[in-house]
């Protein structure tokens, strides 16, 4: 398994599409075998190219602060499972994760510099 988080300095980005990158944690026996990082491509999300970016690379679980339902809906569709609500150093979220104990808010943000999501 290889899960995403959207971050900046260390931490879970509030906003999945304005993080400064991705910090990719590979997944193996339920421990984290490798991380690595993948920039953040500019602009909104859901309008770029990084959930078939994401997908390319094996990534199959997103944990995220907040993310519109455009965004939410384009990773899905690209077979990446979205969990939201997530806040905190990476590293605290993806133990916390992998032991069971993250699952998503069911939250997501309605408002903000993006438009006409969908």
Do not use: W
Request: net charge negative; hydrophobic share 35%; proline share 3%.
């Amino acid at each position: 398994m290889k899960i995403a988080i959207p971050t900046r300095d260390g931490l879970v980005d509030s906003h999945f599409g304005h993080c400064d990158h991705y910090t990719l944690y590979n997944i193996v026996d339920g421990q984290i075998s490798d991380i690595s990082t993948l920039p953040s491509p500019q602009g909104c999300g859901c309008k770029s190219n990084i959930a078939s970016v994401l997908q390319e690379l094996g990534v199959t679980v997103m944990l995220a602060g907040s993310m519109g339902e455009g965004a939410k809906n384009k990773l899905e569709t690209h077979n990446i499972r979205v969990v939201r609500g997530c806040s905190g150093a990476v590293e605290s979220v993806i133990e916390a994760f992998l032991k069971g104990y993250i699952f998503d808010s069911g939250v997501g943000c309605a408002a903000h510099e993006c438009s006409d999501h969908k």
